[in-house]
């Protein structure tokens, strides 16, 4: 298994701001995960983050707006740049563990985000 | 990719078993179903996985027919804590790891 924490838990921004939210995984893990989840609504992929090559978007989601840095095996940024109220969500983080004998993946707490 | 496609809801009693039927017609061949179970304000977590026919773990069993266009999560003797969101994914190992969540079912157990 794999212990996931995010950071900020939750934060309120001003439109026009940009907010960076960490991800922070207790083992090296080769494949990492964005999504985002409305409320009420079911978790929509952003990106995909591997480690040593560039971040992959899902259509939909752009790099200028939601940059992603992975720099080692244990730790991600997302950006969430030029928030709207639209943004207003949860933001997840989840990996792959490389000892993982299924495709499992292990999902952060989120990161309660509110846009005014 | 496959789609998946399940009931938007459930109600059941505490102490009956509920199962919870995901469609995946378009499934690939090298395609695994995975289901996972979200409370309200904490990430997805998994519950089990297959390929084929039965897997049976501590939490739940899941049965899956031979055209694999269809899978059913079978949760025994639930309690007022399996109240949740349950999600049937169809995890995508051609062509690259990729895993998307449908809308999910939201079980509510009641006492």
């Known amino acids: 298994s794999a212990v996931i924490s995010q950071k900020p838990s939750r934060d309120i921004c001003q439109r026009g701001t940009s907010l960076t939210i960490q991800c922070q995984v207790d083992?090296?893990?080769?494949?990492m995960f964005w999504y985002r989840q409305q409320p009420g609504q079911s978790l929509t992929l952003i990106a995909t983050a591997n480690q040593g090559s560039e971040a992959t978007y899902e259509s939909g989601f752009v790099i200028d707006k939601f940059p992603i840095s992975r720099p080692n095996l244990t730790f991600s940024t997302l950006t969430v740049s030029n928030m709207s109220p639209e943004d207003s969500s949860i933001y997840l983080c989840s990996v792959q563990p490389r000892t993982a004998s299924t495709d499992t993946q292990y999902f952060g707490p989120g990161t309660r985000l509110t846009v005014l | 990719l496959a789609k998946t496609t399940q009931p938007i809801s459930m109600d059941s009693y505490e102490g009956q078993e509920v199962n919870i039927t995901c469609s995946h017609n378009n499934i690939a061949t090298n395609d695994y179903i995975t289901w996972y179970q979200q409370f309200p304000s904490q990430g997805p977590r998994f519950i089990i996985q297959g390929y084929k026919t039965k897997v049976t773990n501590e939490v739940a069993s899941l049965f899956i027919p031979a055209d694999r266009k269809s899978s059913t999560l079978s949760l025994p003797r639930v309690s007022l804590s399996d109240t949740a969101v349950y999600y049937c994914l169809v995890d995508q190992r051609t062509g690259g790891f990729k895993t998307i969540f449908g809308a999910g079912t939201r079980l509510f157990v009641k006492a």
């Open positions: 083992s090296q893990v080769t494949m």
